[in-house]
């Protein structure tokens, strides 16, 4: 693969800007704090970060695919960060990576088994919790990947315990009631 194939490719996967201020989503098995926050391997993908979501819902179906009461952190953007789409942008943005050249990167024939150099940010709307009530509705959220850099612009806003019970009611109600503008079942955690 060219120098110049891989620039172009590199420079032609699509992103979007995660405006300062934004709130981020996160469950966790312990009590959400700023300087607690762990970054992970991902198994699917090789990167290190944190994954968040742009609203409760996923958060909530994780709590329904882990089967445990969790706690939701409520977190808010210090700055702009810039997030590609796809969770599997990287390949792409490390073209010369993953493909031995342009044709089998036209046939998405990539190398296997092999780690990206950088943990890239990225957006996936096409992501959704191992569960049945995700089966047939997808919430108008998406799974965000953040690397260590963007994390470290986040600070929390608030947090929730919520039980398995209490995320399945809130989420049976919001896909019944899909057309809900904004979600306000939760109740603040008075610790």
Known sequence: MTDDYFQ??????????????????????????????????CEDTGKNGIYFSDGPFIPLGMILEYNKDMYLGVWVLNEDIKCHVGKYSFRELEGQRFFTSAEKHLRNEYILNLDPKYSWNHIDDSAFPVHEIFTDWHPPESEIFLNQLSVSNLQLHTWYEISVDKANEDLLKRKRNDNDAKYTGFTKNPK
């Open 8 to 41: 172009v490719l590199h420079n032609n996967v699509p992103s979007v800007q995660l405006g300062k201020g934004k709130y981020l989503y996160r469950v966790q098995s312990k009590r959400p704090n700023k300087d607690k926050l762990k970054l992970n391997k």
